[in-house]
């Protein structure tokens, strides 16, 4: 696995670009940056290429991918009957972190939208990611760049501690932007339904287009989600996560009952919260709310088994990028705690 490092626009970097756009224009896998997290890609034409990234992650072959591409016209090439509102969106978000559901066109490979009529496609705004999305000139698809289950990528250390050996580079940009993925949003509906909170908020969308509705299979267990990955428990820590609902006492009386079990906590809260309490060890994930999506993953990830027993994270507010972060800790967590 190679590895470039990009930390400006030298000729140095514009090397390590051509030479990663050559490699995927070949049919090998590349990890590069976007403004959510690390994408793991292929050229989405190519279904040998786009199996090497379902063999590297040992992701389930019904879960399908997104495709990224660098401009508007790339991006409809892909697709076909696009509603007025989608273009809307792609006029105020793309680029950026929102990915449109919508009827493929054939362009990209079967395997790429795991045979169903629809695909996802993303005008990523990463300078990375837009600089070799432009020097390969060919659709993209890109999941995250980690191993199926785990937490996304958002620097190139976890995509190295992940998928080193299994792929053919990961070019590093440093740290991503947002923290957790892409806004997925359902553009074959009438009114646009989000598959997948991210980037993009539903007040966001709302601002623009008015109405958009949340799938119910996202709050709902007895309902199956739209998006098949959504079905999966996904981000998963190495060590068992308590989400608590309730206040800095609640956190700090859950710690304490863990701790009276001879467990070792590990703590996983804002910077606020985290003056308020006291465990094992403490990770700050910042003091608001996009500071606490941007180090998320990197907070799942740091808590190992042989340091800690059991993660205690708060619950934050929904509103925003908080609907995002608590939609990703509701599925990293094993056990929900409701305190009145
Ligand atoms: O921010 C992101 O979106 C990142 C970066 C790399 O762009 N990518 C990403 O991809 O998160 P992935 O594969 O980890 O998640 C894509 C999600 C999955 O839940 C998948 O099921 C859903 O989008 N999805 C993809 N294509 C779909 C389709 N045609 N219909 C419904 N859901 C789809
Ligand atoms: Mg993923």
Known sequence: ????????????????????????????????????????????????????IFAAKGRPQDNPLIAHVATKEQLLRLVYNVPDYAAQLMDAFSPGPLTYVLKTSGVCADNVTAGQETIGVRMPSHPVAQALLKACDIPIAAPSANLSGKPSPTTAVHVWED??????????????????????LDCTQEIPVILRPGGVTKEQLTQIIGMVVTDPGLANSSEKPKAPGMKYRHY?????????????????????????????????????????????ETIRLGKNLPEVAAH????????KTREVDVIVSEAFPEDGIGQAVMNRLRKAASKHIHMS
Not at 12 to 23: K, N, P, R, T, V
Request: net charge negative; hydrophobic share 40%.
């Open 1 to 52: 696995t190679k590895r470039w490092k990009i930390t400006n626009e030298t000729s140095e970097a514009q090397a390590a670009i051509s030479e990663a756009a050559s490699l995927l224009k070949k049919g090998e896998t590349i990890a590069f940056p976007t403004e959510t997290v690390y994408g793991l890609g292929a050229d989405a034409t190519n279904p040998e290429a786009v199996n090497k």
């Open 163 to 184: 998928l080193q050996g299994k792929i053919a580079g990961v070019v590093d940009g440093g740290p991503t932007g947002f923290g957790v993925e892409s806004t997925v």
């Open 236 to 280: 998963a820590p190495e060590v068992p996560l308590l989400l608590v609902y309730g206040t800095p006492k609640d956190v700090q009386a859950t710690i304490d009952k863990a701790q009276a079990e001879g467990k070792k906590v590990g703590a996983l809260v804002s910077d606020q919260t985290a003056a308020e309490i006291t465990a094992f």
């Open 296 to 303: 998320l993953y990197d907070g799942l990830r740091k808590f």
